[in-house]
Each structure stands twice: as C-alpha cells, then as structure tokens.
C-alpha cells in the first residue's frame, strides 16, 4: 500500500499564482484533512471532510479551497497565493470513528515569494 | 473543541524511561486520547491511543488518569531515534459536533542524550 501520497513534493510560486495540492489515499479512509506547518511551530488544521463530498473548516482556512469529489481524493486548492502561505503542507486520513488513527503524507514544501 | 495541555520540552538520556505528560481537563467521555510523534523533516506518525484502560504498543505505552484529564505517553527505554515533538490529541466520536476538527497544538520537542 502507498498511504497518503502528496503531490508535489516541492512547489515555488509567485504571488498571485494559483495551484492546487493533490492528496490521494488508498486505504478506502473517509476522514481526511489538510494542515499546514510554519518553521518551528505545530500543525494547523486548514479544511477536512468526514466523507466524499463534504467539507469543512478548520482553523485556518481563509485563502485556500478544497474538493472531495472522490473518496480517495481531498484536493487543496489557493487560488491566488500570498507569501503568507509559505509553508509546508501535510495531508492526513483516518478512519471514522474516535479510534480512527491518522496517517500522514510527507509533506509538501510550498515557498510562495 | 477540547485541548491539550503539554510541556514546551523534555530532555532525556538514551536508554532511560520518558514520561510525557498531558493534561485535557476539558475532556469529554468519548474522547480518544491520541499520541503522534513528529520526526524532523517528515510527516507526523501514529503512536498510541486509548480511552479509558492503559495501553502498550511496540512504541509506547500510555497510561490514562482514572479521571481522564490526563496521560502520560511512556518510552520504555529513549533511544536517540526517538528525539521528535510529541503531540497528545484529542478525538471527538464521529457524531460530536467537533469529530473532524482534529487540531495539534504545540507539541513536547524531546530531546535524548546519548
């Protein structure tokens, strides 16, 4: 099994570029979620959705969109990037339920000058 | 949504026990307790959870407060590999109206001697 892939590993954008991060899992999971890291802090919950086609916020979601449209992908989304979003990116998935343990992806490392 | 209280840092030396502490005052009786372990450059991974009864792993084991507001995340025996930020989590019940806002706060950096 390949987990959570996250692609790309490495972007670099320009202010006012737009782009969208794929997350892809093959676990069959219907929690999944995106977070966001800045040098030396903690993870920040930007969107998640608890099953295809729903979403939700989390505590940093102005500036970024996301889709479910298949339950294997949860697409993150900045449609015109700020240097404030440098960052990296994890995407992670679960199963339902409180028991549900999270996988992560490898991050993917996002300078936007 | 209910929180996690951790220590900044923790220092250790390798082949001796670590106890990493968390206090979640504000837990609610069907909130999991999970731990997630962030190794440098890469990804958070799983370590332990539980609710109510103390658990062991391969990587740890977790002892729960007979209140549950709080745990604490043992290593056995610290080697240098597990120098990383430990996070203590939360997780709501998929009908809690906080199930998916799964949020990880600042985490413990645990540093291990050799």
């Known amino acids: 099994n390949a987990g959570v892939t996250q692609t790309p590993k490495f972007q670099v954008l320009k202010t006012g570029q737009s782009m969208t991060l794929q997350c892809a899992q093959d676990m069959n999971h219907e929690y999944m979620s995106w977070y966001r890291q800045d040098p030396g802090m903690g993870l920040r919950l930007i969107h998640y959705s608890v099953g295809e086609g729903t979403t939700a916020k989390g505590e940093v979601p102005d500036g970024y969109n996301v889709s479910r449209l298949k339950k294997q992908n949860f697409l993150l989304g900045l449609e015109s990037a700020a240097p404030s979003q440098t960052s990296v990116y994890f995407c992670?998935?679960?199963?339902?339920?409180?028991?549900?343990?999270?996988?992560f992806g490898s991050g993917t490392q996002l300078s936007v000058l | 949504d209910a929180k996690t209280t951790q220590p900044n840092s923790m220092e250790s030396n390798e082949e001796e026990p670590v106890h990493l502490p968390c206090n979640h005052s504000?837990?609610?009786?069907?909130?999991?307790i999970h731990w997630y372990r962030q190794l440098p450059s890469q990804g958070p991974e799983y370590v332990i959870h539980g609710l109510t009864s103390n658990v062991n792993n391969r990587m740890a084991s977790l002892a729960i407060a007979e209140d549950r507001k709080s745990s604490t995340l043992i290593l056995h025996r610290a080697t240098l590999r597990d120098a990383a930020v430990y996070y203590c989590i939360l997780r709501e019940g998929a009908g809690g109206t906080s199930y998916g806002k799964l949020t990880f706060g600042q985490g413990t950096i645990l540093t291990v001697h050799p």
């Open positions: 504000t837990i609610s009786g069907t909130d999991y």
């Open positions: 992670a998935s679960s199963y339902s339920g409180q028991g549900g343990k999270l996988f």
